[in-house]
C-alpha cells in the first residue's frame, strides 16, 4: 500500500470556482502534512502547512482528519494562476522521511 | 531567505562521464536531502543528510554517490549513469526533524540531467 495515495484529476474548473483535493495516508503515526504547488518544469513550492485545528491562508484552507486519516486542500475563488499541479506530503513517524502523493493537476478556465 | 540553489541548471552527460551536482542553502538547515523527479510524477526521495550525516540512503544505485561537506553544502556525484536516469534532480533543505513533528522543506529549482 502506498504512503500516500492523492486523486491525479485532472480538474478543470472555471475561475471563480470551488475546488478541493484529498489526500488519504497510510501511517498513522505520520506527524507532519504539507501542501506544495508545483508549476510545470519548475521545483515545488510550499503552499502551506496543515495543522490538526485546520489553517486558512486567504482564499486556501487546509484540514486534517487523523481518524480518517486524510488531509485536504480547498481553493476558493479559483484565479488562472492557481492552475498547477498541488502536492500532498505526509512525513513519517520518525518525521525525516517525507511522501509525496502523485499530484493533482489543476486547470482554471478563463 | 528561503533560497536553495543548484548548479548546473541543466546537464548532458555521456554514460562514461563523471559530474557533480551542486546544492547550497543559507538557512542554517540541518536537513538536506535528494530527489529525483520523473516528468508527470511526484520526487522520488533519494538520500537525506542530517546534521552532515546520511542518515536515509533509499536503495540508490551507487553510481549516485552524495557527499556533504558542510552544514551548507550538498553534492551528487554521477558516474557511469544509464538513459533511464535522466530526470530533474531536486536538493531541498529543511530544519532537522523534531521528536513532534517535522519542518517544511524548501526546494532548489533543480538540474535537469540528460544521459546520452
Known amino acids: 500500500r502506498k504512503e500516500v495515495e492523492q486523486d491525479p484529476g485532472p480538474f478543470n474548473v472555471p475561475e471563480g470556482a470551488t475546488v478541493a483535493f484529498n489526500c488519504t495516508y497510510s501511517n498513522s503515526a505520520s506527524q507532519s502534512f504539507f501542501w506544495y504547488r508545483q508549476d510545470c518544469r519548475k521545483e515545488p513550492k510550499l503552499l502551506m502547512s496543515v495543522y490538526s485545528s485546520g489553517n486558512e491562508d486567504g482564499r486556501f484552507t487546509a484540514q486534517l482528519n487523523r481518524a480518517s486519516q486524510y488531509i485536504s486542500l480547498l481553493i476558493r475563488d479559483s484565479k488562472l494562476s492557481d492552475s498547477a499541479t498541488y502536492l500532498c506530503?505526509?512525513?513519517?513517524?520518525?518525521?525525516?522521511?517525507?511522501?509525496f502523493g502523485t499530484g493533482t493537476s489543476l486547470t482554471v478556465i478563463p | 531567505d528561503t533560497e536553495v540553489t543548484q548548479t548546473p541548471k541543466h546537464l548532458v552527460m555521456g554514460m562514461t562521464n563523471k559530474k557533480s551536482l551542486k546544492c547550497e542553502q543559507h538557512m542554517g538547515h540541518r536537513a538536506m536531502y535528494w530527489y529525483k523527479q520523473k516528468a508527470k510524477k511526484p520526487p522520488e526521495l533519494m538520500f537525506v543528510?542530517?546534521?552532515?550525516?546520511?542518515?536515509i540512503n533509499e536503495s540508490v544505485p551507487s553510481r549516485f554517490s552524495p557527499e556533504c561537506p558542510n552544514s551548507s553544502l550538498l553534492n551528487l556525484h554521477l558516474h557511469a549513469l544509464q538513459p533511464e536516469d535522466s530526470a530533474l534532480y531536486l536538493c531541498?533543505?529543511?530544519?532537522?526533524?523534531?521528536?513532534?513533528?517535522?519542518?517544511?522543506?524548501?526546494f532548489g529549482p533543480g538540474t535537469r540531467l540528460t544521459v546520452t
Open positions: 531541498a533543505s529543511s530544519q532537522a526533524p523534531r521528536s513532534r513533528g517535522s519542518y517544511e522543506q524548501y
Open positions: 506530503v505526509v512525513t513519517s513517524g520518525t518525521g525525516n522521511q517525507f511522501y
Open positions: 543528510y542530517s546534521y552532515e550525516k546520511l542518515s
